[in-house]
Nanobody
């Protein structure tokens, strides 16, 4: 079965850090761009960060630039999102998604596979 499993969410105080993981099973991520998206209650889903299949291109939403870092380990078939200096407005369900492409990915358009989501709550 082809699926993405995202994990690593939790409750953290403002200013804290979390690292999210997105692991693929049933297929290789070598030819897939990966994106992290989030959706807060009552808000539309937004693209947070995306990375090309080789890791040579990355894109970040303005709201997370300088605080979040996306990376990938194709040997482990996993993509990571390191989130530092977290703010209460980062609270949301975070989803990873995969898109079969070798072009730069800008966290827009349709994606092929989605993870089940992991909750991130930033609160004191």
């Amino acid at each position: 079965q082809l699926q993405l499993v995202d994990s690593g969410g939790g409750l953290v105080q403002p200013g804290g850090s979390l690292r999210l993981s997105c692991a693929a099973s049933g297929f290789s991520l070598d030819y897939y761009a990966i994106g992290w998206f989030r959706q807060a209650p009552g808000k539309e889903r937004e693209g947070v960060s995306c990375i090309s299949n080789t890791g040579g291109f990355t894109h970040y939403a303005d709201s997370v630039k300088g605080r979040f870092t996306i990376s990938r380990d194709n040997a482990e078939n996993t993509v990571y999102l390191q989130m530092n200096s977290l703010k209460p407005e980062d609270t949301a369900i975070y989803y990873c998604a995969a898109l079969w492409t070798m072009m730069p990915a800008y966290c827009s358009g349709s994606w092929d596979y989605w993870g089940q989501g992991t909750q991130v709550t930033v609160s004191s």
